[in-house]
């Protein structure tokens, strides 16, 4: 388990987060529920070790992960999907997921990787041999989503995966993903700009509001609070 | 024949020394400016192991030994470069840029006070001459061609096949992209400042009896390089070794037609005529 407990992240004196605490299971897709600038960015940057937090810890089935560097973060077995997909554009597709395999574990380890990523994307394994910057944005969207999963991860913090993509090419990244994480067991935390979208791909939601988690539910229940519906799920 | 050897020796030499400036600039977003003085160490590392222990082990062994040498030697500065100015001026380039100019004179310095102004010279290690058709090639010459041109070859392979090429062409195109895949940046860094450095100090050795060995050869060559990295594409390796050959087959010619004096004038026209029409260089990317 994923364990945010009373994290408080800020930049210059402005607090960005105040004592956010969450849990993310494994086999399990939780979402992260909030408008612009609540915080929620900060928050999986935080979990990463990109931010050093001014309170409060992460812990990884119990492991506190203050001090270590993101590599070793993500050697553990936590790893960040950027907003923005953050590819190395100059190189091969199948170049971007060997640069994603770097710490995820002996040869053969890699190889079955490589082909749950190609079974999970037919298309990338198609183009395996085309530069990242000549694939399209939903392609773009799931070579990343396949980088991160080289690095054999066991919690999948995903940032706002599906922005500037077509509604079709949305729903089945978040099928794909809804997929990836029960095959591997995975436990995934999304932020997703499309929050109807990912709470029907999900089991559990938190909302954040200015900083702070104000619900934690199980997904469902969420799409039928009107209170919710009205602030972010466009009526 | 001759013509075409001597573009190739020349041309290999351009790129192996741009390539290492090249690396270093693309991966770290830092211009080492002592890059040309670590290739002048290396010439003087070849000079004093041929002189040291040249006449009891025979010039040639001394002379492949010299590469190992300048390697360590250059190699170590590097690290220390890393450690001493780099790491902790991370964010501010253009301190690190001033800071590797004082590090650029103060080996100058160091050079003269140790050897002299005064150029020396290597005796070639290699003697004799190989006849190609109706063309003359000293053996030297042809042993600096395989030389350089494997180097060159092999930091290509090292960078376009291996993993570690990979994790360092990683981080030159998207460093946080590669932060969040686990690679390590700052190690990344400090591995391509050492591996620029000990190719400056190899490249140094092994044309060190080619021409003369002086405490400002360094410069001569990193001025060259600059030229070569610009109208190639900052940032391309491939521009970069499109430019090399460039130069090297003009810098030939206008030295086999007896224009050598007028060569750094010709690469400044020919740099500022290129980026008027193409700023970003032949290959570059367009920002």
Redesign the interface.
């Given at each position: 388990m994923l364990q945010v407990d009373g994290l408080t992240l800020g930049y210059a004196g402005i607090r960005v987060l105040e004592e956010v605490s969450l849990r993310v299971r494994e086999n399990t897709v939780t979402t992260l529920v909030g408008s612009n600038g609540a915080g929620k960015s900060t928050l999986m940057k935080g979990i990463m070790g990109l931010k050093p937090p001014l309170a409060g810890e992460v812990r990884l089935d119990g492991i506190r992960l203050a001090g270590l560097s993101t590599s070793e973060i993500v050697a553990r077995g936590v790893v960040l999907v950027p907003e923005g997909r953050e590819l190395f554009p100059k190189m091969t597709v199948l170049e971007n997921l060997q640069v994603g395999a770097s710490l995820g574990g002996d040869e053969a380890r890699k190889k079955r990787n490589l082909a749950t990523v190609t079974e999970l994307f037919p298309v990338l394994g198609r183009k395996l041999s085309m530069a990242a910057r000549n694939l399209s944005g939903g392609e773009q969207q799931m070579l990343a989503v396949g980088r991160a999963l080289m690095a054999s991860p066991r919690f999948l913090l995903l940032d706002e995966p599906s922005i500037g993509l077509a509604p079709l090419i949305e729903e089945q990244l978040m099928a794909s993903i809804r997929q990836v994480a029960n095959e591997l067991g995975l436990g995934v935390l999304l932020v997703e700009q499309n929050a109807m979208l990912a709470l029907e791909h999900s089991d559990w939601a938190y909302v954040i509001e200015l900083g702070r988690i104000t619900k934690s539910v199980a997904s469902a229940e969420l799409v039928d609070d009107p209170s919710i519906v009205d602030a972010y799920l466009g009526g | 024949m001759q013509i075409a050897l001597n573009i190739l020796s020349l041309t290999s030499f351009y790129m192996c020394f741009a390539l290492g400036l090249a690396l270093v600039f693309g991966v770290m977003r830092v211009i080492n400016f002592a890059h040309g003085e670590f290739y002048m160490i290396g010439a003087y590392s070849a000079f004093l192991c041929v002189s040291l222990i040249g006449p009891t082990t025979g010039a040639l062994p001394a002379y492949i030994v010299s590469f190992a040498a300048a390697a360590i030697v250059t190699g170590l500065l590097g690290v220390l470069l890393y450690l001493v100015v780099v790491r902790k001026l991370m964010d501010k380039p253009l301190t690190i840029f001033i800071a590797t100019l004082a590090l650029s004179y103060m080996l100058q310095v160091v050079v003269v006070e140790l050897f002299g102004p005064v150029g020396r010279s290597l005796p070639s290690p290699i003697p004799g001459i190989v006849r190609i058709g109706d063309a003359i090639l000293p053996w030297s010459r042809v042993f600096v061609i395989v030389a350089i041109s494997t180097l060159s070859v092999g930091l290509w392979f090292l960078l376009m096949r291996s993993?570690v090429g990979?994790?360092v062409?990683?981080v030159a195109?998207?460093p946080?992209?590669?932060?969040?895949?686990?690679?390590?940046v700052t190690r990344v860094g400090m591995m391509t400042l050492v591996a620029g450095s000990m190719i400056a100090g190899v490249s140094g050795a092994i044309m060190a009896p080619i021409g003369g060995i002086t405490p400002f050869m360094g410069a001569a060559a990193l001025w060259k390089a600059f030229i070569i990295i610009i109208v190639g594409g900052i940032g391309s390796i491939w521009g970069a070794v499109a430019a090399a050959f460039l130069f090297g087959t003009i810098d030939t010619f206008m030295t086999v037609a007896g224009a050598g004096r007028y060569l750094a004038l010709t690469n400044a026209v020919i740099m500022l005529g290129v980026l008027s029409v193409m700023p970003s260089g032949l290959f570059g990317e367009k920002e």
């Open positions: - | 993993d990979r994790r062409r990683a195109q998207n946080t992209g590669a932060v969040l895949q686990g690679v390590s």
